[in-house]
């Protein structure tokens, strides 16, 4: 197991840092510069700018400069929000968005094991293909439609939840953002338990439970659910993945000082350090669940351990 | 096909009316109608309502279900492109270089996509070619590992080994015996990339970051009805309903095919 997480850390390291390096270039070749302007600048005012700034380094030794500020947590000033640094405004919107996200994923994750146990205990029926549709359905659900539609319809029209707005994290502002949010993860989620069911189903220590009386829920639970989530657990990576770029979309329907709004201001007025720092935090994020995912698999089915 | 007619049925309705619709319609999608500013539907000549400058909803609605469409095709268009030749190539080599060549693969899949998009479109500027070219550069992933599978599988059967044993060059090899076998599978991918870069198009043009005015896509129509929807809620329901539908079919149509080939 020890060797496992070693050698997914090994390859999750050189991606994370092929990130930040890649976008730090990308951004160096964009058109335009910090000090572009209408007025030409005098040349030595301009020698001088690049100077105080290390923009007259070699390029690898500004990579270098970067990579160093980035280990150390700076990502540099703001370009828009002036008097912040990105590092301040990350700090401030990444609460909110974890929130978010954590308790979406933790919704998705209720859903979809749920449906799908519920599912394939009446495998076979009507019930199980109008659930599994239902789930397949959700899954082609984008969240910017359904997060509108759902405030259109549970707060404008049947009046029982906040329109938007954070209200302090009071849980009564979450609940439409959160059900916005975890709904495709959820569709998805139960089709992977389902599938994974069916084969569980069919194996020999499943068989032979049923075979000594037990109850079909308790042969369900105890027997099958665990080999049945393994194929769950590797898909938490992507189900992050899919959750933190839902939440900038969903952030900005419902208009929640999180990171996702930020990103989309930031991208909208070319703040070129700020929507550099969110696409790395991001990365790393997503690395750091695939790593937790390779955990929860090694738990799960025991063979993976070795 | 029979579990799948409905939504080959439903599909095929919608693309009709995305192509033929704005032809006959006497509104442009842009065009503001000064006296009928944010109509209900069912009002004399706007059969769906006007948005909140009196532009036809209809009209928009069509306009931007054939933008969304052809973002889509297009972008699909390169993700297969570069799905094919990186799985082919990595599935024929095999050994060292398929080995480097699916590592890069599995590295791509950590990263944040839709960042990586956005990344490009702030630093290159909007335009609807950077898209469906990003779109396209960041959706090949699966192509490319189910191709490899399948190249991979394919190289060692008999028709195959026949041609190298008859002195086939590899490349002849390649688009006479190999590409014909990979055709079926390579559409059932391709037809669930559609929904997920109908996604992603809709995703960036409504953030602002997609698709620009005066060209519509769907994504803007969602985004300029959910401002709206307070007093307009048709302005968010029709084109939402329109992507919703879209979405959901290419889904159900795409799934199919890929149990039936699998």
């Not at chain 2, 095999?94 to 490009?120: Q, S």
């Amino acid at each position: 197991m020890r060797a496992l997480i070693l050698r997914r850390l090994l390859t999750a390291l050189p991606t994370l840092l092929a990130v930040v390096i890649l976008s730090f270039l990308l951004m160096k070749v964009a058109p335009g510069g910090p000090f572009d302007s209408e007025r030409a600048l005098d040349p030595a005012t301009e020698a001088a700018l690049a100077r105080a700034y290390g923009l007259d380094l070699p390029l690898h030794e500004q990579v270098w400069r970067y990579l160093l500020r980035v280990a150390q947590g700076d990502f540099g000033p703001s370009l828009v929000y002036r008097d912040f640094t990105v590092t301040d405004l990350v700090a401030q919107g990444l609460p909110v968005s974890l929130t978010l996200g954590a308790l979406a994923l933790v919704a998705a994750l209720a859903i979809g094991i749920g449906a799908g146990l519920f599912a394939a205990a009446r495998a076979g029926r009507p019930v199980d293909h109008a659930i599994m549709l239902a789930m397949t359905l959700l899954t082609a659900l984008p969240s910017f439609v359904t997060g509108p539609v759902l405030a259109l319809v549970f707060a404008l029209w049947l009046g029982w939840l906040p329109v938007s707005g954070w209200g302090d994290g009071r849980p009564a502002f979450l609940v439409l953002p959160v059900i916005a949010l975890a709904l495709p993860v959820a569709g998805a989620i139960a089709k992977l338990t389902r599938a994974g069911l069916a084969t569980a189903l069919a194996q020999d220590h499943v068989r032979t439970a049923r075979a000594r009386g037990l109850s079909p829920l308790r042969v369900l639970v105890r027997h099958a659910l665990r080999p049945a989530l393994v194929p769950v657990a590797s898909y938490l990576g992507p189900a992050a993945a899919g959750l933190l770029t839902g939440a900038v979309v969903i952030e900005t329907v419902f208009a929640l000082p999180g990171l996702g709004g930020y990103f989309v201001q930031g991208a909208l007025n070319r703040d070129y350090p700020l929507v550099l720092a969110v696409v790395i935090l991001y990365a790393a994020l997503i690395l750091l669940f695939n790593l937790i995912a390779d955990l929860a698999y090694g738990w799960l089915d025991p063979r993976i351990r070795g | 096909m029979k579990a799948a007619r409905l939504p080959v049925l439903l599909l095929g309705l919608v693309i009709l009316a995305a192509i033929v619709g704005p032809m006959l319609l006497p509104w442009r999608h842009d065009a503001i109608d000064w006296n009928a500013v944010r109509v209900p539907p069912g009002s004399p000549g706007h059969p769906l309502g006007t948005d909140m400058v009196g532009r036809d909803l209809l009209a928009r609605s069509l306009a931007g279900t054939r933008i969304t469409l052809l973002v889509a095709a297009a972008a699909a268009g390169v993700s297969l492109l570069i799905g094919v030749a990186w799985g082919a190539v990595a599935g024929w080599k095999g050994g060292r270089i398929d080995e480097a060549m699916m590592r890069i693969v599995d590295g791509l899949y950590a990263l944040p996509f839709m960042f990586v998009v956005i990344l490009l479109m702030v630093l290159f500027g909007r335009s609807i070619l950077l898209v469906f070219l990003g779109i396209g550069a960041v959706e090949w992933l699966t192509m490319a590992r189910v191709v490899r599978g399948q190249v991979l599988a394919l190289r060692e059967r008999p028709f195959v080994l026949a041609a190298e044993a008859a002195g086939a060059r590899a490349p002849a090899i390649m688009i006479g015996h190999i590409l014909p076998n990979l055709a079926g599978i390579a559409i059932a991918y391709l037809l669930l990339t559609i929904p997920q870069v109908v996604m992603i198009e809709s995703f960036l043009s409504f953030l602002g970051l997609g698709v620009q005015e005066p060209l519509t896509s769907l994504g803007i129509l969602v985004k300029e009805g959910a401002d709206d929807m307070d007093v307009a809620p048709h302005a968010l329901l029709l084109p939402g309903g329109i992507l919703v539908t879209i979405l959901i079919c290419l889904t159900l149509i795409g799934e199919d095919l890929r149990d039936r080939l699998a």
